[in-house]
């Protein structure tokens, strides 16, 4: 009885301490998962309505205000600066002072060291990717044009430390130190992907003495290929290598370029080369793809580098349903973008060639027009959406909740979702992390810089040979004449431009692209009025107040200069 009061007794305070990491595997592991929850791919942002490409029919939309001139070093919807270093600051204890410390399976020493390669690989991994989006962010130019990266913070460190302090390293110093993380997460991370084995013959480099395949399939099995894998770091040094070479961070250093172009063709080389590309790469997120996968049995889409796991839900769809199919139409494509989709024929709707015509301009137009947007008299869940005069609530600026545009979002979207509330359904869906077509982009937009169109380097295929099997899995009508017809860098530049934006459209790309190019900020987004005679109007929809001159690189956070002296901000902010 005594024991029993004694088991029973409140313990002085009942919260978890550090000390707990090193008893518990689980909650010593729960550290790294932060840096997971935190990523900020684990939703759709939709920071695209700060961009030409739409708008939010929500006036305080953050991402909105940022754009129509409330962006500043005070309000800062894009900044990642909390968020990366918080997380970078895990990673940095959980690599020194966890992973070797703590008996991640006590019972068996030979699967705990294989846990211990994992959780480093992991860390070293998800360490590279947080100073990525912190670099992508802040990199800039000072006062003096001194072109700055970010912190570089290595080891834990205490709130009295001085390291807080720390100044900002050059951007180059930042993308090598991103490259060092890459390389060490390499070391241990040495297979592509997990999945289960069955010979000791399919054991990955720097494994082959490992003694069981069973207890290679715990730790480096199919169950956790929703985990960082070496394929997926890979691609990541491709898309650090892309951002270091683009004109914002490079004066047109051919051989960053190349480096781009090269670390993202050892990838695709390893998965087969051009002509592996998910012939429904475009189409990943639609429930018939999506409803066939299964992690527990190795079964996903080729298109898949790294994903979210699978989860139903219905907040896509809610929100931006049109109105008639009880959404909130919340984001809106632009004309912009609609104009930026060329006809079937392949040729852009400029083009003295292309057939198109100003009074049925959605006719005979690239299929991924209609792939991913609604615009007036699309059908979507087998119901006719007017955004015409004469529309009802779908009808363009007809209640808070119409489109502002003319156009609705149908990317991401699954029809077969019931809206109304009082029939609501959820469905399965996932989010991306890396995708093999924002890959095959990176290899097309740095070997054509590189080499020009047709240039392979040490490689076997070129930029010309990616966009012509991008755009034929689009649906461009074969033979492409208009991708025939370009014969120089400057023409293809604009094309793989133009694909990416297509390809990777509602994604979060174009914001941070706009700026990696130094391209105008402050394209008005248009949109289009068609009225009851079936006339079409196109009008300017909201205006873009970036400055040219600096809104290129993002700001740091003003309390974090007002505190460390030793911190410069990006100039103009």
Known sequence: MIQSCQLIEPTDENQNTFSRIYSDPDYAEGMLMNAYIALPTNDISFNDVATDDAVSNISNNNYRRAAIGEWSSKYNPFDMWYTSNRIILYLNYFIDNVVDSVEWKWTNKDLSALYQKRLLGESYGLRALFQYYLLETVGGYSAGNELLGIPIYEKPFGIKDNEFKKPRATFKESVEHIYADIDKALQYLTMDKYQNITDPSQLPPGYEDVKSIANYNDVFGNRFNQRINGQFIKALKSRVALLAASPAFSDGDQQLWERAAEYAADVIDAAGGVGSMDPNGHRYYLGTYVDKLSVVKGNDQQEMILRRPISASNSLEVNNFPPSLFGNGSVNPSQNLVDAFPMANGYPINHAES???????????????????????????????????????????????????????RKFIREDVNANPAQRNSKNHYQVHFRFTELFLIYAEAANEAWGPDGTGKKTFSARDVIAAIRKRGGIKQPDLYLASITNKEEMRNLIRNERR????????????????????????????????????????????????????????????????????????
Not at 365 to 387: A, E, Q
């Open 355 to 409: 057939g198109y015509d100003p009074l049925d301009p959605y006719k005979n137009r690239d299929p991924r027009l209609s792939l991913y947007i609604v615009y007036n008299k699309s059908k979507m869940s087998n119901k006719l959406i007017v955004t015409a005069q004469g529309g009802k609530i779908d009808a363009k600026d007809s209640t808070s909740t119409s489109t502002r545009t003319g156009y609705y979002l």
């Open 502 to 573: 297509l390809e990777l459209c509602f994604e979060g790309f174009r914001f941070w692209d706009l700026r990696r190019w130094k391209l105008n900020l402050t394209e008005s987004v248009r949109g289009v009025n068609i009225d009851f005679e079936g006339n079409y109007h196109y009008v300017d929809v909201e205006e873009r107040n970036f400055n040219n001159n600096y809104m290129h690189y993002g700001p740091l956070p003003d309390f974090e200069i007002i505190k460390f002296d030793q911190l410069i901000q990006n100039k103009g902010w």
